[in-house]
């Protein structure tokens, strides 16, 4: 997932990629978002993609820092954000070596951290640290391995869906398969994609820096992972993680 990658999603975005907004019903996020806004604080977005998170952060906060990768996704939620005077928009690679960002009191991280590249999730963690001032608070949102799993062994057990299905052309994709999942990588719409279980996410925030507070499920339908899912099949319901968590004070 380069950056290229997503300068060629962009002009298609609401098309190709999952939105997290929209389908969390329970309205967890919104109700994390909610209780550690204020308008003394500032917020970033990192990895805000066209700006669905905007309007919403744009009214809790002082000010807000709308970040991605992707020059394209921004002028989008510039043109679609033009309402709120107070978002600042920065182009930036979280995944770079050394990034230089004035911090804020508030990150979000909605479904950014996603690519298969080892080190550029090493980067990108260090860099969710040096975005928050200390004493801050992260709200991270991952897709979960666990869930990718659960749904992967209905899909086989059922024949759900043709068993979701999945074409395997070559050898060398086997092999690419095997290595990644052994990583938690598995693909989305083939693209090879990082799931993290709910341990991970404690241990590699643990050790950038993070006291965290909560690890909770996000709960979509079946209807986001089957064309047909089974009628029977009800709880658990596919999930994403969202972590809570505060930068440790100085
Ligand atoms: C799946 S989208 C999620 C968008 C948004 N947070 C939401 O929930 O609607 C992932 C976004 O992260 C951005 N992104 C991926 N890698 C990044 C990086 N290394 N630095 C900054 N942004 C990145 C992508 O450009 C994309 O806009």
């Known amino acids: 997932m380069e950056r290229s990658y997503w300068e060629r999603i962009a002009p298609n975005y609401n098309e190709e990629i999952f939105d997290v907004l929209q389908n969390d019903t329970s309205g967890k996020i919104v109700g ?93 963690f260090q860099s969710l640290n040096i975005c928050i001032n200390s004493g801050g608070h992260l709200i991270l949102v991952v897709p979960s391995l666990e869930s990718k799993l659960y749904t992967n062994i209905i899909a086989h057990r059922w024949n759900v869906d043709d068993d979701h299905k999945e074409k395997i052309e070559s050898a060398d994709k086997a092999y690419a398969l095997a290595k990644n999942i052994k990583q938690g990588v598995t693909d989305i719409d083939n693209i090879p994609t990082k799931h993290y279980l709910e341990e991970e996410l404690q241990l590699l925030l643990t050790l950038e820096g993070f006291e965290v507070e909560r690890i909770e499920k996000i709960n979509y339908t079946w209807k986001t992972e089957f064309t047909n899912p089974p009628k029977w099949l009800a709880e658990p319901y596919p999930w994403d993680w969202m972590v809570v968590a505060q930068k440790s004070p100085l």
């Open 32 to 124: 994390a978002i909610e209780q550690i806004a204020s308008k003394e604080k500032t917020v970033t977005d990192l990895g805000c993609a066209i700006g669905k998170w905007i309007p919403l952060l744009a009214t809790a906060f002082k000010h807000v820092v709308a970040t991605d990768i992707s020059a394209i996704n921004l002028d989008i939620a510039k043109e679609k954000c033009k309402a709120y005077p107070n978002v600042e928009y920065q182009r930036m690679d979280m995944s770079a070596g050394a990034i230089t960002v004035i911090p804020c009191d508030v990150a979000v991280c909605i479904n950014a951290i996603l690519t298969d590249n080892l080190k550029k999730r090493i980067n990108f």
